[in-house]
């Protein structure tokens, strides 16, 4: 009897809160109180807010797009009028900025259909691609026009860069690429590719190229090429620039791709830029800077010679497992001197150069 009491008691006070709810509203609350009662309500004519209808999708779908001399894919869509009323056409929304959608008219009567097209630019695309377009009408579902494809470029390396890291001084490395082209037939392949080096120490080695055909069906040719290597005595960083050139539709076409390497140093430099300052410039004497020379991987490096942008800059040399330059700057001598390089060879098997800045405070 008590059980039931309660239950009693339970309903009523739901019902009570239920009516409360309902007749009364806070302040702010107004917009959420009407969507709890009537959530998704349907559109009023002229509002292009999606109705609580189900949404007619169609998804289509284009293999592949070669991205070349076009960078646009254009397609067309059919909405048709399904049901037994007319639908008017209120407004087409594109899901990005890339793509333009248009309608060749509005007024579907029921079983008509209207034409959308729509055209894509993929510049700056390429792998698989989704794009949607949403058309609304004043009553009556929503169409979702979905549209996937696969985008392949022309031509193309299949790296964005060919790096070779931090390398020893007069060493060889070799790195493998590859350019790759797409066409649809395999005639309009890329043929006759060649790479040219900006750079006499990168060198470019051929190999065979490889035809194969993608999962979605376009034609893919594969050309490996070996970038040979040669680093310079000098420990710096440095660039180069692969230029390939094909032919394409019987037109010359070309393609660059660049190059990167640095040269590790035999020693690290302390400090790596000498400066003499106004005060040693007007000083009217010798004015002293040491720089300590500590081998990288702790063996004993050999200094060969060591050469001086100017006469008013004199190095001398103390040899040990941690090498010391004397570097001293004459104001005497000074005259118009404000910049240059003290350079450093080393003797050994990497028979490498460094060179450290030297710079005087102007007048």
Same mark, same amino acid.
């Given at each position: 009897?008590?059980?039931?009491?309660?239950?009693?008691?339970?309903?009523?006070?739901?019902?009570?809160?239920?009516?409360?709810?309902?007749?009364?509203?806070?302040?702010?609350?107004?917009?959420?109180?009407?969507?709890?009662?009537? +959530?998704?309500?349907?559109?009023?004519? *002229?509002?292009?807010?999606?109705?609580?209808?189900?949404?007619?999708?169609?998804?289509?779908?284009?293999?592949?797009?070669?991205?070349?001399?076009?960078?646009?894919?254009?397609?067309?869509?059919?909405?048709?009028?399904?049901?037994?009323?007319?639908?008017?056409?209120?407004?087409?929304?594109?899901?990005? *900025?890339?793509?333009?959608?248009?309608?060749?008219?509005?007024?579907?009567?029921?079983?008509?259909?209207?034409?959308?097209? !729509?055209?894509?630019?993929?510049?700056?695309?390429?792998?698989?691609?989704?794009? !949607?377009?949403?058309?609304?009408?004043?009553?009556?579902?929503?169409?979702?026009?979905?549209?996937?494809?696969?985008?392949?470029?022309?031509?193309?390396?299949?790296?964005?860069?060919?790096?070779?890291?931090?390398?020893?001084?007069?060493?060889?490395?070799?790195?493998?690429? $590859?350019?790759?082209?797409?066409?649809?037939?395999?005639?309009?392949?890329?043929?006759?590719?060649?790479?040219?080096?900006?750079? +006499?120490?990168?060198?470019?080695?051929?190999?065979?190229?490889?035809?194969?055909?993608? +999962?979605? *069906?376009?034609?893919?040719?594969?050309?490996?090429?070996?970038?040979?290597?040669?680093?310079?005595?000098?420990?710096?960083?440095?660039?180069?620039?692969?230029?390939?050139?094909?032919?394409?539709?019987?037109?010359?076409?070309?393609?660059?791709?660049?190059?990167?390497?640095?040269?590790?140093?035999?020693?690290?430099?302390?400090?790596?830029?000498?400066?003499? @300052?106004?005060?040693?410039?007007?000083?009217?004497?010798?004015?002293?800077?040491?720089?300590?020379?500590?081998?990288? @991987?702790?063996? +004993?490096?050999?200094?060969?010679? !060591?050469?001086?942008?100017?006469?008013?800059? $004199?190095?001398?040399?103390?040899?040990?497992?941690?090498?010391?330059?004397?570097?001293?700057?004459?104001?005497?001598?000074?005259?118009?001197?404000?910049?240059?390089?003290?350079?450093?060879?080393?003797?050994?098997?990497?028979?490498?150069?460094?060179?450290?800045?030297?710079?005087?405070?102007?007048?």
């Amino acid at each position: 009897m008590i059980a039931k009491l309660f239950v009693i008691l339970g309903l009523v006070t739901i019902a009570t809160a239920v009516v409360f709810a309902d007749r009364f509203s806070f302040p702010g609350d107004e917009q959420s109180a009407s969507q709890r009662i009537h +959530p998704q309500r349907g559109n009023e004519k *002229g509002t292009n807010q999606p109705t609580n209808q189900p949404t007619n999708r169609i998804v289509q779908n284009v293999p592949f797009v070669i991205v070349g001399e076009s960078s646009t894919l254009n397609h067309n869509f059919t909405i048709t009028n399904s049901t037994t009323q007319p639908i008017e056409i209120t407004q087409v929304r594109p899901s990005c *900025g890339c793509t333009h959608a248009a309608l060749d008219h509005t007024q579907l009567q029921p079983g008509g259909s209207a034409t959308l097209t !729509v055209n894509i630019n993929l510049s700056g695309r390429s792998g698989p691609q989704r794009f !949607v377009c949403e058309v609304l009408s004043a009553t009556g579902s929503p169409y979702l026009c979905e549209l996937t494809t696969v985008v392949y470029p022309q031509a193309q390396f299949a790296d964005n860069v060919v790096t070779f890291g931090t390398v020893a001084a007069s060493s060889r490395h070799t790195r493998r690429i $590859e350019f790759v082209g797409y066409a649809a037939t395999e005639e309009e392949l890329p043929i006759d590719v060649s790479i040219s080096s900006s750079l +006499p120490n990168v060198t470019v080695t051929p190999a065979s190229p490889v035809t194969e055909r993608t +999962p979605e *069906g376009a034609f893919c040719r594969r050309t490996p090429f070996d970038v040979n290597l040669t680093t310079s005595d000098r420990a710096d960083a440095s660039t180069a620039t692969l230029i390939a050139t094909y032919k394409l539709k019987g037109r010359a076409a070309n393609l660059s791709i660049g190059v990167g390497w640095r040269v590790r140093a035999v020693v690290d430099v302390m400090p790596e830029t000498v400066f003499f @300052d106004r005060a040693a410039k007007l000083s009217g004497g010798r004015v002293e800077r040491r720089v300590l020379l500590w081998p990288v @991987d702790g063996r +004993p490096v050999a200094i060969e010679r !060591v050469t001086s942008p100017h006469p008013s800059v $004199e190095v001398s040399v103390t040899n040990g497992a941690n090498p010391i330059l004397t570097i001293t700057f004459d104001s005497r001598k000074c005259g118009t001197f404000l910049s240059g390089s003290v350079v450093v060879v080393f003797g050994g098997e990497s028979r490498q150069s460094i060179s450290i800045p030297v710079a005087v405070a102007p007048d």
